[in-house]
C-alpha cells in the first residue's frame, strides 16, 4: 500500500494543552499537537501511536465502495474479460453484518458483498476475496470450473493462506 513511507513529523507543544493529543496532515507533513509537559518519551510515543491511527483512518476511507467497485473493475479486465457482463455486478459493497463469511454473492441479482473483517487486510487478499466473489457471478458452486477461473488470480493460493491463519487465530473455521 502506499503510505507506508514514513511522513515528515512536526510536533507542536502547547501549553494549553492538558491531556490532548490530536494529529493532521498538512501535504507532506503530519503535524502532531501535544501537551507541553510531554516528556520526550511520552512525544515519541504519542507519534507513534497518532501515525498508526492517522494511516488507519486514511485507508479505511480510501477502501470506500467506490474503491471497491474500481478493484471489480479492474480485476474483470485483467481475469475474467471473455465473461463479458456476466462477471459485472450490479453492486459491490462493504459490510458489517457478515462475520462467519469473507464476502458473499448473490449470482441472481448480481450483488457483492465483502466483510469489513476483511478491510485491513493487504491490498492482495481483498482482491482475491472479490475475485472469489466474481468468479461466483460466473459459476455460483465451489466446483472445478470455479476454482480454475479463481486460480487465474496469481495471488490466489498465498491469500487463502493468509485468510486460513486469520481464521484460526481467531477460533472461527476458515470460511470459502
Ligand atoms: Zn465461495
Redo the contacts with the bound molecule.
Keep these: 500500500m502506499a503510505g507506508t513511507r514514513k511522513p515528515v513529523v512536526e510536533v507542536r507543544r502547547s501549553q494549553r494543552r492538558r491531556r490532548t493529543v490530536s494529529a493532521y496532515r498538512d501535504g507532506e507533513r503530519v503535524v502532531v499537537l501535544i501537551p507541553d509537559q510531554f516528556s520526550r518519551a511520552e512525544e515519541s510515543e504519542w507519534v507513534d501511536r497518532m501515525l498508526a491511527r492517522l494511516a488507519a483512518r486514511e485507508g479505511r476511507l480510501a477502501r470506500s465502495d467506490a474503491e471497491l467497485l474500481a478493484r471489480a473493475t479492474r480485476l474483470i479486465k485483467l481475469y475474467l474479460a471473455e465473461h463479458g457482463t456476466q462477471a459485472v455486478p450490479t453492486s459491490v459493497r462493504w459490510v458489517t453484518n457478515q462475520n462467519g463469511r469473507w464476502g458473499s454473492c448473490t449470482p441472481d441479482d448480481g450483488t457483492i458483498r465483502l466483510s469489513h473483517r476483511v478491510r485491513d487486510m493487504p491490498d492482495w487478499v481483498i482482491d482475491y476475496v472479490l475475485m472469489?466473489?466474481l468468479a461466483?457471478l460466473i459459476v455460483p458452486s465451489?466446483n472445478a470450473r470455479f476454482w480454475a477461473l479463481v486460480a487465474r488470480y496469481p495471488k490466489t493460493e498465498r491469500a487463502r493462506g493468509y485468510l486460513e491463519g486469520v481464521a484460526a487465530a481467531s477460533g472461527t473455521p476458515p470460511p470459502?
Design positions: 472469489h466473489e461466483h465451489h470459502d
